[in-house]
């Protein structure tokens, strides 16, 4: 969907984006495959997206995974999505914040892949909780502040904390950045997608 689009099906469904909830809706189509294409999924796959917005990358999760469970926070934002992907029946919607659910929980076995365009307010809490999952996933692809991404991406001398607790994980990588053009409405940092492979054994027990 183009912004045009977005704001279309917004006002359709008499919704305005929240600052509260630091909603900043992706509309650039070219950069919705680039992330669902760096999260590398297969016809056997299950992603957990965090996240769903108005369905955009939902959308070509579902065309690309064999099944996505798709996590919404904003209530108004169900109707909406449950209407324009009705037709993607490997889908499976939850309306609830991440933080208070248990992914393994969402998922059911095997393995998964996450997708999340964050709220940058909550970018360091949701990593904390899905690499603290019983079950990680095994990739995780993620679009943050590009600050934030930068901080991931750290080496030793100029690490965080979180960049630290990140990498006891896994490896983060910074694939690209992505203007504020692309979102609506456009926030006011640049963005960045940052790629999280975790490690299959961690380097020390589980903290």
């Known amino acids: 969907m183009a912004e045009s689009d977005i704001r279309r099906l917004l006002r359709r469904w008499d919704i305005r984006p929240s600052k509260g909830l630091g909603q900043n809706f992706l509309t650039d189509p070219r950069t919705a495959d680039k992330i669902v294409a760096a999260a590398g999924l297969t016809p056997s796959d299950t992603a957990l997206e965090v996240g769903a917005g108005t369905g955009v990358l939902t ?53 998964y892949r996450v997708v999340a365009n964050l709220p940058y307010y909550i970018t360091a809490a949701v990593l904390r909780h899905l690499l603290g999952a019983r079950r990680r996933p095994v990739r995780l692809v993620l679009t943050v502040q590009r600050e934030v991404a930068q901080r991931l991406v750290a080496r030793p001398g100029a690490m965080s904390l979180l960049a630290v607790s990140v990498q006891f994980y896994g490896t983060p990588r910074l694939l690209f950045r992505i203007p504020p053009g692309s979102f609506y409405p456009a926030p006011g940092v640049e963005s960045a997608v940052v790629r999280i492979d975790t490690h299959p054994v961690l380097p020390l027990p589980h903290p």
Do not use: F, Y
């Open 59 to 111: 959308r070509r999760l579902a065309a690309a995974a064999a099944r996505v469970v798709a996590v919404e926070l904003d209530h108004r934002l169900v109707p909406l999505l449950r209407s324009e992907l009705s037709d993607c029946s490997n889908l499976t919607l939850v309306e609830g914040d991440i933080l208070s659910l248990d992914p393994v929980a969402l998922v059911g076995e095997g393995e």
